[in-house]
Every structure is written in structure tokens, then in C-alpha cells.
């Protein structure tokens, strides 16, 4: 999806024009990040990059959008001529996708000219924010799933086309197995699954007709939803359906009532018939703590379709992300008011073996550095990973996370540490600032 | 924007093979409808009609498409040139955008062969789910704002692209002034609005000098973010620097701190340097409650430039929208497992001075019908009213609306009937479904 440069904000346009009639031009350098975690969050997953790069690479004025900022008479002709010929012309450094982050690591920094630095915060912002967010919720249910196999049922009620299509994507990235969006699966090559609906079973004169019609078509690989009217009779219809025709059963689905139970109940009645390979999928307003509850009781579940609620991280459907000016002009800068402490200048994040530190950028710190360079002048330098490469890389990353961190019901904190010679610039620039003011 | 075909989720396509193969043809009648409000809303408002009759318009699947499916090893050839040719041939009734609606009440319904009605489930609830989720959101900013002007500024932390534009249309629709999304403007006519960045401020020596950078470009409609260093100083600095160049200052912005005082002190700052027009534009974590907070202290602010929460409807990010089968071959039918308890057949709302009433569709009762006739045989037999038409709709309805219903902060329910004749159908399906089974 080619997004437009008019997907900004207002102000993005107008402080350009200011900077352009005041000929300021210096290099300003932008990092992306996270002050504080959401409150029942422990770690997030960055992930998004690909579209940044995508949208940096082709962010194009066309005669049309020009036309239209023109009708606003808001900005100078001169300004509206050097938009025609805009290009980004920066570097960009950023965290591999997948990658494991926390409190005031910046995922994501842009180095350019500040007009163009500062253009690209909303659509960079947009972006980010919506396949992180996904990825983050995905990780902490992919975290209490026991290798049980977990698909993406959320279309119908994530925020729009471009949120279902990064829901598919970004769960996928954090250890999902399969989406039920046939787009997603077109598009990003992510497997796609799916059963059938309460509609179809009511569209037939009896269950037993709809279970028929559906096992004839998919003789081999047909997933029955059980649970229209009666929900272990539904299981035994299927049994009896399924042996009658002499095909196999895949799965059943269990979309309602006390699924802990039913899910027993269902896996008996199964091996009982000897239908010891088929699968029992669970779905219906789940979400971590739902699943971590119906494994902790047992359930014989094999696979669980995840919808609503983490296609719409509903118990945290935002992260505050902050794109904030840390250098111009080689200076250090940071904003002091409102009480929310940030750290100037550009910086690197170094992963220890008991926690992570934020230095300057350029120092040598233990540690694996996480940022690296992805474009340069404006082209990039580094070939981005494919999905399943991100997905490997955030499996390997999420296996080394403590598990103590992964808990999905208690706040605990990773060590995320300043360097020496950050708190100095820091300390540094602070002084300066109250000298100047 | 046009929405691919495999924008849905696989068991659509599933179950419409199965459809195919069984030679179920008849026609059925699904409805969309919310069967319990979110815990914290009185009241939804519908929306995202227009992109519904679009994407009905504009259903064909593409070579490519076909290429993909066939690809998955699980439909029938003679079914993948069936798709070829598909094309929506249904009915469509809905209410009009900007309408006000309650549990239970049928907002949108498709009649078709059944393999049709089926199909677009995904697509028309993903799409009606993310502009009713915002412009009920939007419509609480709204009844608590007291006339105040009202800005979305969520861009950068909405779910992705498409909820950008949606949050902002929505916003609109329901009594927002306008957006800071350039490109809704562009493309609704939504007029923009915007201020300036704290890293604007930072990136001059001084904050004197970003003000007269600033002013010198939008010397007659400037408006200037005070709290980048110290508020009540940004405030003099912003009277003293537009006094000096002889400008006007549109507005003062503020974005931290206790934003009651703050606007207090600044407005009395403001009125003795006569800079009487000026206006206060508050920004920064602004919801429904905190505006009705702000305004109760009597802090004097003329706009608000609302984000996040409102852009993600944070305290509520989804509604339980059901697609449900509600008629098939002439015959009511309803879905009676898990308690979760539905009216069958096709129903029209009728709305009283005193509350509605839900009845069977054809019946006459008193009150005014909400559901008419979109699309005919799949096309439109009714002009949609533009944005502004719709935006006039809503602002009449929701002024009929009681106060107490308008409330956010209780949950007061309103009432909705269910007609006698309904009742009977009720009955009369149920009886006949516990006869059969």
C-alpha cells in the first residue's frame, strides 16, 4: 500500500514551511520511543520497519496534493515548489523487527535535514505504533499457549483495513501460526485457516445436513462447529456424521459456553470413536489471561482462534511512542518541561546478559548493540528480513527473555540501564539549557 | 480505497464452496446489530455506510485472486470460475450514517443468496465496526464540550492507515470541527487545523526566536505552543514577540501541566496585553472525562485538540457487532445455544418520543422506521448524503436525544421494545427449533 505524504498532520506542513522560510537546514536526528510501558505490559516487540522503509523510499508529492495545499492558502509558493521535488535524503537506524524492547530504548531514529525529519513523524509514528502494539499482545499470548497452535480470527473487528492486514502480519511475526485473513495469507505469504460459521449450520434443515454438505466438500480437511444447538450432541453428530461417510474429521470448533468442560467431554467422545487425531479448536473472546485460565484447568485444547480482543490489544489499545528531537545541528537537545524525562542526543541500546544499556551513540558499551543503519542518504543500505526470517529472529529473541518477564499477570521490571556517559550529556545539557533560559 | 475480495476470512470462502457444491442457492437475510452496549456507552452511532456500498459495488475478484486460492489446494475449479464472474446482486437496507442506535437494533441488513449474504460478512462488519466505534466515541467528546471547537489530533497513534482516515471522518461526523490529517482533508473536505511541535521550538536558540520564525510565515493565523520550556514565560514571550512584529496570534497552545491554571493565567495575560481574540487550545491525553474535568474548573479553553484515547476509543476499543442469519428461504431463524439470546427475522426500528421499538419488518407501527432501502439487486437506488448532510443528521438526532442518555460518566439504558409480532415470531422459532431437534 502506497500511503500518501499528505497522511500527516497538519503542523508537520507548516513548521516545514517555517523551516524553509527561515532557511534552517541543519541536521536534526529523531529517536522513537517509549518513556514508560503501559501498565500491564513487561517488554513490547518492535515491528513495523518494513513499511517505514516502504513509505520513506516513496514518499512522492503528486501535482494533486500540491493543488490541494495550495487551496488551503496557508503556505508560500516558493514552499509549494520545493515540496514538488521533496525526496527524503536521511539515514535511518532501527532495531530489527521482532526485536524484544523497553522503557527509553529508541527503537527507531532518523537522521536528515530537520524539515524532512520532522515531516515523516506521523506517518513513521502510524505505523509503527499499530504493528507494534499487535506484535507486543501476540508475544504475551503466544507466552502462555504451551505450543498449542494459535490463529488470527480478528479481521471483522480490528480498526479498519490497513489495522487487519497488520494484525495477520504482526501476530504472525510473534509466534501465531495461521490467520483466517486471505489477504494477509496472499500478501505475506502467512498460512491461512479457518472453519466454518453458526450460518452455515442454520442454513441447512438440520446440523447433521449442514455437517454433510460441509464433509463432502472438504472431505479431508473439514473443521466442524459444533456448538449451533447442543453442544455435545453437536460432537457426537460429527462423530457419527464423519464415520458414516468414512472421511476424516480435522478438528471441531467450540465457539461458546463452558469450553473447559465441553473441550473434555468432546475429547472423550472423540477417542472414544477412535478419532484420536482430531483436533479441538477453541475460539470466543480470547485473549492471554482467558487462555492461560483455560490451560491452567486442563483443557485438551489443541489450537485456539484469537479475535477481538487481541486484534484490538483491547486491555492496552495504545502505546505512547514519542518521536522527539535529540540532536541539531551536532547538539545535544532535549524538551525539560511537563515533567517527563527524556535523555538528549543520539544514542545506541547495548543488550547485556542481565539487562540492557542506553549509551551514546558511538560509545563502547558490553553488550549487543541493538540499532543498526537501514538506509543512508535516502537509499537503503541493508536488505530487510523476510517475515519468517523476523519470526525466527523474535522466536530466538523471545526464548532468551526471563520468564519472570513474560508473566501476563504481575508488572515486572526489565533492567534497563543510562551509561555513565549518558547521564553526563545528560546532566550536561540540562545545565545548559538553565543557563540559556 | 478499493478493498480486495480476499479482504474476509477463509471460512467464507469455505463454507461458500460448500454452498456451491450443495446447490444452496436460496436467499438469506443476515442483519448487523449489537445485542448489549459496551459497559460505558449509553448510546452508538452508525457509521461507515458509504464504504459498505462501495466495496459491495466494487466486489470482483482478479485473476491474481483466483491464481491465490486455487493455489491453496481447497476449493473446486468449477467454484473458482464461479468467482470469476462473482458480482453482489442482493439488497441492502441500513439506516443513515449519524444515526443514533441501542442493543438489539438491526443497523444494516443484506439480503442474497446465501453464499453472497455470507461472503461479505468480514469485510462490511470490519468497516462499519471502526467508524461507529469512533463517531460514538466522538459524539461523548462532543456532548460534554459545551460548544467548545473540537480538533482530532490521533493520527499518530491510530490503528493503522485506514482507522487515520476513518478516526478523522468519523470524529467529524460527529461534531468534531475538523482534523489535523491533512489527507482527510484532501480527501473528505474536512477542514485541517494545526499548531506547532515542541521540537520546533527546540530546534532555534532560543524560544523568542521560534516564535518570530513561526509568526513571520503565518503572521495572521500563528497559532504558538507555550510550554516547551516554561508555560506562564511562553505565554509573555508569545504576547511580547506577536506585539513587536505587529501580528495577530491566532492561539496559544498548551500541551502539559495543569492545563486549568494554566489556561487561567494565560487567558489573563492574553486579555491585559488586549490580545482578547487570542484563542487557548488545550492538547495531551484528552478524553471525555478529562474535558468535562477542565471544563467543570472552569478553565477558559476554546478548542481542543483531542487524540489517542478518542482515536483508539481507548476505554472501549471494540463493539460486539454480530453478523447474524436472521432469514433464509422465507423462513426466521435464530442461533439459540449459548444463551446469547436473538430475535429472528427481518425486523425494522421504529423510533417514538419514548424510546424505540423493534419490529418485523412490514409491519406498521408508530414512530419513525430508521432501516431504508440502499441497494436494490446490487445496485444503489439511493444517493448517499455527503459527509456534511450526514454530519447535520447526526447533530439533530443526538440534540433529540435525552440528557440523561448523553451522560458519561452512568450507565443509564434507553429503551428499546420489542413488538408484540416479534415476540410471537420469537416464540413460534423457538418452538419449531426444539420440535426439529
Known amino acids: 500500500m502506497k500511503i500518501s505524504p499528505l497522511f500527516t498532520d497538519l503542523y508537520q506542513l507548516t513548521m516545514m514551511n ?24 513487561n517488554y513490547l516487540v518492535f515491528a513495523g520497519l ?55 530504548e529508541p527503537v527507531l531514529r532518523v537522521e536528515a535535514p530537520i524539515y524532512e525529519a520532522q515531516l515523516f513523524e506521523t506517518a513513521i509514528m502510524n505505523q509503527i505504533h499499530i504493528s507494534s502494539l499487535i506484535a507486543t499482545k501476540a508475544a504475551r499470548v503466544f507466552s502462555v499457549a504451551k505450543g498449542k497452535k494459535l490463529a488470527d480470527f480478528s479481521l471483522r473487528r480490528t480498526h479498519g483495513f490497513d489495522a487487519g492486514m497488520k494484525v495477520a502480519r504482526s501476530s504472525y511475526l510473534a509466534g501465531f501460526d495461521g490467520t483466517s485473513n486471505v489477504l494477509a495469507g496472499k500478501v505475506y505469504g502467512i498460512p491461512v485457516v479457518g472453519t466454518v460459521a453458526h450460518s452455515f449450520i442454520m442454513a441447512f434443515e438440520s446440523e447433521e445436513e449442514a455437517f454433510r454438505a460441509y464433509l463432502e466438500t472438504f472431505p479431508s480437511n473439514g473443521v466442524l462447529l459444533v456448538d449451533t444447538y447442543d453442544t455435545v450432541e453437536g460432537v457426537k453428530r460429527a462423530v457419527r456424521v464423519a464415520k458414516e461417510m468414512g472421511v476424516t474429521l480435522k478438528g471441531i470448533r467450540l465457539d461458546s459456553g463452558d469450553v473447559v468442560e465441553l473441550s473434555k467431554v468432546a475429547r472423550r467422545l472423540l477417542d472414544e470413536a477412535g478419532f484420536t487425531e482430531t483436533k479441538i479448536i477453541v475460539s470466543g473472546g480470547l485473549d492471554e489471561y482467558r487462555i492461560r485460565e483455560i490451560l ?16 484490538t490489544s483491547a486491555d492496552s489499545p495504545y502505546i505512547d511512542f514519542v518521536y522527539k528531537l535529540v540532536e541539531f545541528n551536532r547538539r545535544p537537545v532535549m524538551k525539560t518541561s511537563s515533567g517527563k524525562k527524556m535523555y538528549p542526543g543520539r544514542k ?59 508473566r501476563v499477570d504481575r508488572r515486572v521490571e526489565y533492567p534497563v540501564r543510562i551509561s555513565e556517559k549518558l547521564k553526563e550529556l545528560y546532566r550536561r545539557t540540562l545545565s545548559e539549557i538553565e543557563r540559556e533560559s
Do not use: C, H, W
Open 18 to 41: 517555517a523551516y524553509f522560510k527561515a532557511e534552517k537546514r541543519g541536521t536534526a536526528s529523531f529517536e522513537l520511543f517509549v518513556r514508560k510501558l503501559p501498565e500491564n505490559r
Open 50 to 104: 518494513n513499511d517505514v522503509v516502504g513509505l520513506l523510499q516513496n514518499y512522492r508529492f503528486k501535482s494533486e496534493d500540491i493543488d490541494y495545499l495550495y487551496s488551503l492558502k496557508l503556505f508560500s509558493d516558493d514552499f509549494l515548489d520545493f515540496l514538488k521535488e521533496f525526496r527524503f535524503t536521511g539515514n535511518l537506524y532501527a532495531m530489527r523487527e521482532g526485536e524484544i524492547f523497553f522503557q527509553n
Open 296 to 311: 491452567e484447568k486442563g483443557a485438551p485444547v489443541d489450537a485456539f482462534g484469537v479475535g477481538t480482543k487481541v486484534g
Open 348 to 406: 545506541q541500546v547495548f543488550r547485556g546478559k542481565n539487562g540492557d544499556t542506553v549509551g551514546v551513540f558511538g560509545e563502547e558499551l558490553p553488550g549487543e548493540p541493538l540499532l543498526e543503519k537501514i538506509m543512508e542518504n535516502g537509499q537503503p543500505v541493508k536488505k530487510l528480513p523476510t517475515l519468517k526470517e523476523s519470526r525466527e529472529f523474535f522466536l530466538e529473541r523471545f526464548s532468551k527473555l526471563p520468564e519472570e518477564i513474560k
